[in-house]
């Protein structure tokens, strides 16, 4: 025999003696005797949880609670009321009806913190849906809250997200300052869609055909991705405070509101928006703003208007005063004050191009279609020369600062 095959003869020994070990020491593959038990362990054993089957109900210890069922409230009482601290209380996709004199759906009675709510629908009470103005630190996911007189309260640093607040006779959402508001749609409610304190976050929300403001945001507030359509006031009003900061507004959409479109108080900036057929004005803002790679479209009033030392850049302003409207496409008024650097825009098909009343200001590098009249401006500012090209197709000089009529 070969030494070749001597070592296969071993090595084949050796594997099926491991194999017959393995095999020898292995259980037995047949099912114990009785019925089949289950081998998880219960929910309720991980994660403890008080079952809510009927209203109205108190929570009066930290802990989970889940709804097992579409439930009706009672006349002259809210339907789950709060009164502690680190509650998680689960909807589970269920829905808490009010009737006739009922007072709240959900209700944080005193001030308490980690307060979480999800997963339902909240509608038909004569008070708030979800008032948990006197929580903080807590959120609130996945609730509709419909057909209430208010649809949903909170207070301060609390997250609200997948929500919507749709038919409340008053407000839809309404939040304290230092909120994170995120994926959230409010329609046709009786005053504001959106209603936040200073300090908020918001995006990627809805606002459409509310009664007043889509969206109304305090002082020092970054609302990014939102569209505000069809509301009958502002579109997205970022209000003044005593001492404003201003907020930012970034990638938003303003069309067919009733009032202006975007409303930006003193120190706010404004990029990358769009603003169409709106009521009044595209976008207006205070003093010391910046508005930049903006869109303003067919809006009734001015594609944009700004107040003193701010810069207005990158624009395109097309279409404004609109119908029997007045507008130009860039417009600082006589009230507005000096110091205000309007660059680099381009305005077409409006009233005016580029109104300027007041004096101080800079205006250069913009380009205006012929129409309308594409610069007035009053003496007193530093403008770039204005050249045209219509009729030539060139123009005689390239002065870098130069405004350009085509």
Known sequence: MSTHQRRYRAALFVAITCALAIWSNAGSLNPPPGPVAPSMIPLDTVEPRTPISSLPFSINAAGSYYVTDDLTGVAGQSGITINVSAVTLDLSGFALHGVPGSVHGIFV????????????????????????????????????????????????DTDVMYMQANNNSDDGITTGQKCVVNNISTCMNGSYGVKTGGNCT????????????????????????????????????????????????????????????????????????????????????????????????????????????????????????????????????????SGTRIEANNVAANDRGIDVDSTGNVIIKNTAAVGGIPFDIVPGNTVGVVLSAVGNGAFASSNAWANLVY
């Open 109 to 156: 009675a005193s001030p308490q913190i980690n307060i979480n709510i999800r997963n339902g629908i909240i509608s038909g009470w004569d008070g708030i849906g979800l008032n948990m103005l006197l929580a903080s630190s807590s959120s609130a996911e996945k609730v509709e809250t419909d057909d209430n007189e208010c649809g949903a309260v909170f207070g301060e």
């Open 202 to 337: 918001i995006a990627n929300c809805e606002s459409s055909m509310n009664t007043t403001e889509g969206f109304s945001l305090g002082d020092s507030c970054t609302i990014t991705n939102c569209t505000a359509t069809g509301n009958g006031g502002i579109g997205l009003l970022s209000a003044n405070s005593a001492t404003p900061r201003g907020s930012t507004i970034s990638n938003c959409t303003a069309s067919n509101n009733d009032s202006h479109g975007i409303a930006a108080s003193n120190g706010s900036t404004v990029l990358g928006c769009t603003s169409s057929g709106n009521g009044g004005d595209g976008i207006i803002v205070g003093i010391g703003c910046t508005v930049a790679n903006c869109t303003t479209r067919v809006n009734v009033g001015d594609g944009i208007e700004a107040g003193g030392n701010s810069r207005i850049a990158t624009n395109d302003c097309t279409g404004n005063g609109a119908g029997v409207g007045d507008g130009a496409g860039i417009h600082l008024a006589s009230t507005a004050g």
